[in-house]
């Protein structure tokens, strides 16, 4: 398992732009597979974006392709998501996780290969 602690959520307007951080603190030189989740009220958990250990695999979900942009510095165990043209329906607890495989970071079900973060709060007001 592994520790993850986001960062950089907060209150912007439409339009706007937002950074989230993910740090994690998991055994040196775990290749993990890493991405962002988010939960608006009263929906379930959704998939946002994906990147493989070597950043060469990324995927995103339509709602926010063209719009997000996650990379991650490795030397570093973060991984990072750059959030512009942010609309009120992005609002949410965003979550970072991370799994050995993107399998299982994606897996509908309880998966214990999986961690997750405490999540942060993302508000975009109209």
């Known amino acids: 398992q592994v520790q993850l602690v986001e960062a950089g959520g907060g209150l912007v307007q439409a339009g706007g732009s937002l950074r989230l951080s993910c740090v994690g603190s998991?055994?040196?030189?775990?290749?993990?597979?890493m991405g962002w989740f988010r939960q608006a009220p009263g929906e379930e958990r959704e998939f946002v974006a994906s990147?493989?250990?070597?950043?060469?695999?990324?995927h995103y979900a339509d709602s926010v392709k063209g719009r997000f942009s996650i990379s991650r510095e490795n030397a570093k165990n973060t991984v990072f998501l750059q959030m512009n043209s942010l609309k009120p329906e992005d609002t949410g607890v965003y979550y970072c996780?991370?799994?050995?495989?993107?399998?299982?970071?994606?897996?509908?079900?309880?998966?214990?290969?999986?961690?997750w973060g405490q999540g942060t709060q993302v508000t975009v007001s109209s």
């Open positions: 998991g055994r040196s030189g775990s290749m993990y597979a």
């Open positions: 996780a991370a799994a050995p495989t993107l399998g299982e970071l994606g897996y509908t079900g309880n998966s214990r290969e999986r961690s």
């Open positions: 990147i493989t250990w070597s950043g060469g695999g990324i």
